[in-house]
């Protein structure tokens, strides 16, 4: 697997990955909520943040998106979880930041889990508006 910076032309096929990631890992919120958000994730958020995708078999397998020291997203395709790529992903951005944080959905507990292993912890829970949903903030600092 290499790492390398998200190019305009990939933003389509990410923002797929992003959509077919979200609806299953958030089944707790409408799949509608995701489908409103790809234009604004194709437009804004992706171009705007520091973006690196996971390419395995010369297919993109995951991302990681980056506003500073805020962890804005972290998605790997949902036929190849659990074999590595998010923490290599996440792995790429700690070696470059001495301090990490991200929010999480709270009902999302595989990844709430999946981000305790990999340092980080649960600082403040805070109902979202746009969702009702609650979720964490989470934050990892170099040791």
């Known amino acids: 697997m290499k790492i390398r910076k998200l190019n305009t032309k990939d933003i389509e096929t990410v ?11 958030h089944d707790f919120i409408q799949a509608d909520y995701w489908e409103k958000n790809k ?35 972290i998605f790997v395709n949902n036929q190849i979880q659990g074999k590595g790529i998010g923490r290599k992903l996440l792995n790429f951005v700690k070696d ?31 109902k979202e508006e746009k969702t009702g949903e609650y979720e964490f903030l989470m934050e990892w600092r170099e040791e």
Do not use: C, H
């Not at 923002?15 to 890992?25: F, K, Q, R």
């Open 15 to 25: 923002v797929e990955l992003w959509y077919e990631t979200s609806i299953i890992a």
């Open 96 to 126: 470059t930041r001495t301090m990490i944080q991200l929010k999480v959905y709270k009902k999302n507990m595989k990844t709430v889990d999946f981000y305790r292993s990999q340092g980080f912890e649960v600082i403040s829970e805070n």
């Open 39 to 73: 234009e604004a994730m194709a437009s804004i958020y992706l171009p705007n943040s520091e973006t690196y995708l996971a390419i395995e078999d010369e297919k993109i397998a995951g991302f990681v998106a980056m506003a500073e020291n805020f962890l804005a997203a």
